[in-house]
């Protein structure tokens, strides 16, 4: 079974900057799909942007509150994703997860439906401050 462990995170200042980082520990080098998703209070479960790995290619989709503020990556020689998440403001604070599946990315990426997702991590609190 998949375990996977976020870290990061923490109170920003508006406008700034935080990474989180997700520690898989399976090897996601032929296909996959990571998903970084958040929880708002009062709100369904959100993805805001996916790595999706099928070798040699990899996608990655982001949903429109974060295009061009949040950036997905990964390392895949320590089997750990990361989400850089610039110009955060008050509107982006909760908890912070991220999600696996190993079916695999589609040509157009990987879904950010949180219902695809299999494993999860814990989660870790983002509180942006204005």
């Not at 209070?41 to 993805?47: M, S």
């Not at 790595?51 to 996608?59: A, C, F, K, N």
Request: a neutral charge.
């Amino acid at each position: 079974q998949v375990q996977l462990v976020e870290s990061g995170g923490g109170s920003v200042q508006a406008g700034g900057t935080t990474i989180l980082s997700c520690a898989v520990s399976r090897a996601t080098k032929s296909q996959s799909c990571l998903g970084w998703f958040r929880q708002i209070p009062g709100k369904e479960r959100e993805g805001v942007a996916t790595i999706g790995i099928r070798h040699p290619s990899t996608y990655y989709t982001y949903s429109d509150s974060v295009k061009g503020r949040f950036t997905a990556s990964r390392d895949h020689a320590e089997n750990t994703v990361y989400l850089t998440m610039r110009g955060l403001t008050p509107e982006d604070t909760g908890i912070y997860y991220c999600a696996i599946e190993f079916t695999g990315p589609s040509t157009s990426g990987c879904p950010l439906s949180s219902t695809s997702y299999n494993s999860w991590g814990q989660g870790t609190q983002v509180s942006v401050s204005s």
